[in-house]
């Protein structure tokens, strides 16, 4: 079976760090999920410029229910990878771990 690595992310109102966290999913990331629970500044934006840029990032809308277990499931709904990696908007890798991803969970995998 071939690796398939998603990286997501639960947002509300992120629009400060979410260009750095898509920027640091997709050094290894074939796909990513953003689902937002209800934003009101512009957090989708960086999202659609950078899916608008031939990348792979897909956004998602989530009503907010109180209920963080919910809204993590309904992201990992969404995701198709066998490997997922799930952070905060304001979590990234250092610059020397992220090209390392990739090869260490192909040796897993």
Known sequence: MKLKITACVIVKNEEKNI????????????????V???STDETDAPVRRFSAH????????FSWTGD??????YALSKAHGNWIAFLDADETF??????RI?????RLH
Do not use: H, Y
Not at 68 to 73: C, I, L, Q, T, V
Not at 94 to 99: E, G, R
């Open 102 to 106: 990739r090869p260490l969970l192909t």
């Open 19 to 34: 260009g750095a966290w898509l920027a640091c999913m997709a050094q290894f990331a074939d796909e990513i999920v953003v």
């Open 54 to 61: 031939g990348k792979r990032a897909q956004l998602f809308a």
């Open 94 to 99: 250092s610059d020397a771990s992220s090209p």
């Open 68 to 73: 963080f277990a919910a809204a993590k499931n």
């Open 36 to 38: 937002d629970t209800g």
